[in-house]
């Protein structure tokens, strides 16, 4: 009976964790994002989404060059970090 009782417990627990963390998603998604390449280079945009397929959307992603790109995907194995404002750049 208490595996059962472990179980379900685990199981909450985990629909809570995806709640939480589909929710942040909902939540930073239309953010401003600065975004710290593994090359050391920054890329400032507004985050979209992100893709199952480990790949990010942003509108308006501006590259050191100045250039402005209104849509781009960045792979997330090329990302060191992402910081997050509610700013529109």
């Known amino acids: 009976m208490e595996s059962l009782d472990?179980?379900?417990?685990?199981?909450?627990?985990?629909?809570?964790?995806?709640?939480n963390y589909l929710r942040t998603l909902k939540f930073i998604s239309n953010q401003s994002a600065k975004i710290e390449l593994t090359n050391n280079k920054t890329l400032t945009g507004i985050y979209k989404m992100y893709q199952p397929d480990e790949i990010m959307l942003f509108y308006n992603l501006r590259i050191p060059m100045r250039e402005v790109y209104p849509y781009a995907l960045v792979k997330t194995s090329d990302i060191k970090s992402i910081t997050f404002s509610e700013e529109n750049p």
């Open 6 to 19: 472990t179980s379900a417990n685990e199981r909450e627990e985990r629909a809570l964790l995806r709640e």
